[in-house]
């Protein structure tokens, strides 16, 4: 799929590298820019990116996930991954996210992300302003994935990969618009569990959940897709 021309809204921000050159010139070889994407949702997974980047080429038009549309972050998913020295993507399932809790969900994914990398990193490179790798060799970096190129590269991985998920997924759940929603909080969503309830991929213990009418709850299919 080629790359379309950037907008006129995104050209002029693109990330940078100045916080891995930083850090591989300290002596780390292998730096891992991490972002999540599903923290807020009402359904579906939890997921966490990372993104090891090469030292000697780039690759244009990375952005922030959130600065692109879709077919954009579509568009740029291969590019990304073939470029990367490594990356993966790891999930917390919405059965884990109601018996951990967020942070700990958080944790569960970035863990089972850096792990799946393949190779042992020697800093991570983390959006945000809380440290859920706890490693101690992590940065925290407000506003990351606008400005840090790796955790740029992880933000547009975790979200397509998590986003695919979500249109799968309203295939078996047609009327809650998952395709449109991504299983984020809008009104057809809201409306959809008024009238018919929560699904098996909604997050039970949310406080969304509170007056909504019962219903019988198909057994959960996401541990032995998520456990691998």
Request: proline letters at 5%.
């Amino acid at each position: 799929m080629s790359v379309p021309k950037l907008r006129k809204a995104v050209k002029g921000k693109s990330p940078g590298l100045h916080n891995e050159r930083a850090l591989w010139e300290s002596g780390r070889k292998i730096v891992a820019g991490v972002d999540e994407v599903g923290k807020g949702a009402w359904a579906g997974p939890l997921t966490i990116g990372a993104a090891v980047v090469p030292k000697n080429t780039r690759i244009y038009k990375v952005r922030d996930s959130k600065m692109l549309n879709e077919s954009e972050r579509e568009a740029m998913f291969d590019r990304i991954a073939n470029w990367c020295d490594a990356w993966a993507v790891g999930h917390a399932s919405v059965e884990e996210c109601d018996e951990l809790g967020m942070s700990a969900a958080q944790r569960l994914a970035a863990r089972r992300a850096i792990d799946s990398l393949g190779v042992p990193t020697d800093h991570v490179l983390l959006d945000g302003n809380w440290d859920f790798i706890g490693e101690g060799q992590t940065t925290k970096i407000v506003k990351g994935d606008a400005t840090c190129l790796s955790i740029a590269a992880a933000s547009i991985l975790a979200k397509v990969t998590r986003d695919r998920m979500m249109r799968q997924m309203a295939q078996t759940y047609p009327d809650y618009s998952f395709a449109g929603n991504k299983g984020y909080p809008c009104p057809t969503h809201k409306d959809a569990l008024t009238r018919l309830g929560p699904t098996s991929e909604h997050r039970h213990s949310w406080a969304f959940m509170d007056g909504l009418p019962a219903v019988d709850i198909p057994l959960r299919r996401q541990r032995t897709l998520f456990d691998q």
